[in-house]
DNA sequence: CTGAAAGCGCTTACAG
DNA sequence: CTGAAAGCGCTTACAG
């Protein structure tokens, strides 16, 4: 591999000009500067990372911390991620969070070793290892959740008022007993849906029914099950996520329960195959790959200013949710368009 | 940050002796070892990795080259890599290989760069690439599909076989046409799954009708149309991949043909929410998980040998598909268990 | 079993 | 506008 030596004797220049060349850092006669071209194109020059990294320089990478790429919503953002970092010029490091606090530490450590030029991190971290975060001097971008106690710019989305809007709809389609199923309240997402939906309830003069701790596939069946002894069951539910939703609509199959005619759902945040299902289901989409982009410019343009936010506070995005109207709220699915 | 130079000076040893307990490269005095270890956890010092992958130690980094994080097939794939290289204390580097070509060099070219210790990756590149690919010196692991010109291990899933079973049955179930949908017929899964698919038809002297050239949904609502129209339609459909299959459910739909009353159904691939429809999705199952997983294991074999395949040759690894039978392929589901 | 010194390839004050 | 020299933090023959 050629170094900057190899290039400044072919360009009969100093290394130095090289690397003023090769970084653009001054200007460099136009002469010696199409020498130095030249001579780089030559010899397939490439500046070697890690002894730019040495000399105190920020690698060309950036890391994502998320909780799991198998979950599709979370592939989708990295993907956008990815993409939107490559097209800057950066490689993405990734590391999944949904491991023990130990691992995490650990790996949060290895990327700081890594000399990354920022971070985008959903924060499902206890707390010790987010200081470790905030003591870093790289730009930070939290999304899907703040990051409590770090200076960092933050795109969510509009948990509340999504959660508003479907509980509304099921409220005018004359739903009283409307439940809501989930678990994990203690996250920031979580917790705002089920805000949504108390203050949408309260609003309507209706008494919220919260089962917030439906975690299984056995929850859910357990619950569901309950409500189809008795008589006096909730018609409706609102359901907090993805795997709440899948599980439900497994539950109420299996215990027989159609939907919508026995209960109406609605879901928070749309599934591969929502719209071909019987009925066709009805939710609040996330604009996932958005949600990364978002997130990815927030960063890029820290690097680019090399600066923490100003003032110590960070800009917060709330990107707005979609209403997808399908079937099963109880709304006839007159034309089914693409989902 | 505490350097060696630190951690020499309050054990009272040398630069070197410090190195030496960091990488257990030589034995070192039990007094003076237990003097490091105690210096490094007081200093709270971490190897510098930029220093180390200057001296020409490979970065403790792996290289993940896949297609699309937002498929969740790619998706689990890489959640499983990603979980066994911070097993053994390596971080993944991941760059989408969706791209153009050019763009593709270019990022194969930044993560030689970057020093990866080995590279797993999913080869959907144009040889040119490919050929950059293996001049690097490090171990890389095909996955999904062989490298072609390349001296890689590679493991990849039972095509042919699952094919041949997923036909066989639609076969047995009195079947005399079945479609095979899908396209991307160059590609080492699809172009074995359609080899599957005439064997079964052949060896029961069926006549192949293959449609490999059917991409979008519109193209597929086109084709299904056209069937509906005629008298003279296949009964049942082999769909290549997952893509596919979601393609086929909605123009099904759309043109209003019943599975699997009007036309049998069986995918390759399964859906997420297979299981959850009417009548739940038949499917060959890939083991998506457990790929990442033993391509990670082969990886970190040769990084731990640190030498290429022998005389060669790479490992071959093909490990078998599961054959899920639902409803869609004219079985009648008993009892559906949990998907 | 242990250590001093050189060098990986780059960038950066400093001097001209 | 340009360059020589020092140094980032580590590891590695080499010598003892």
Redesign the pocket.
């Known amino acids: 591999?050629p170094?900057?030596?190899d290039v400044a004797r072919l360009a009969?220049?100093?290394?130095?000009?090289?690397?003023?060349v090769?970084?653009n850092?001054?200007?460099?006669?136009a002469?010696?500067?199409k020498r130095i071209r030249e001579a780089i194109r030559k010899l397939g020059?490439?500046?070697?990372q890690a002894?730019?990294v040495?000399?105190?320089?920020r690698a060309k990478m950036i890391g994502l911390i998320i909780p799991d790429l198998a979950d599709l919503f979370f592939g989708k953002c990295a993907a956008a991620i990815e993409e939107y970092a490559s097209s800057q010029g950066y490689m993405t490091l990734i590391v999944s969070s949904n491991r023990s606090e130990e691992l995490q530490k650990n790996e949060i450590v290895m990327m700081m070793g890594q000399n990354v030029a920022g971070l985008i991190v959903v924060p499902s971290l206890p707390s010790e290892s987010l200081r470790q975060l905030s003591e870093m001097e790289v730009p930070i971008v939290a999304f899907d959740r703040p990051l409590e106690g770090a200076i960092a710019d933050e795109v969510v989305v509009e948990n509340l008022g999504g959660a508003q809007t479907a509980v509304k709809h099921l409220i005018e389609h004359g739903h009283k007993r409307i439940a809501c199923v989930g678990y994990d309240k203690t996250t920031y997402a979580i917790g705002h849906r089920i805000l949504g939906y108390t203050d949408a309830m309260r609003a309507s003069r209706l008494k919220p029914e919260i089962y917030d701790e439906v975690e299984t596939l056995e929850d859910t069946v357990k619950l569901v099950r309950r409500w189809k002894k008795s008589q006096d069951r909730p018609t409706a539910i609102f359901s907090l996520n993805n795997v709440s939703t899948r599980h439900l609509l497994w539950a109420l199959r299996e215990v027989d329960l159609a939907i919508p005619q026995d209960v109406a759902l609605i879901g928070f945040d749309d599934l591969e195959l929502g719209a071909l299902l019987s009925p066709p289901l009805t939710v609040i989409r996330q604009p996932a790959a958005n949600l990364g982009v978002q997130a990815s410019k927030l960063l890029f343009e820290r690097i680019a200013a090399a600066k923490r936010p100003e003032g110590g506070f960070g800009i917060k995005l709330v990107l707005p949710v979609e209403f997808v109207i399908r079937g099963s709220c109880g709304c006839h699915a007159i034309k089914q368009g693409k989902s």
């Open positions: 591999m170094t900057v030596a009969g220049v100093g290394a130095i000009t090289v690397s003023r090769v970084n850092t001054s200007y460099v006669s002469d010696k500067q020059y490439r500046p070697n002894a730019r040495l000399k105190g320089n």
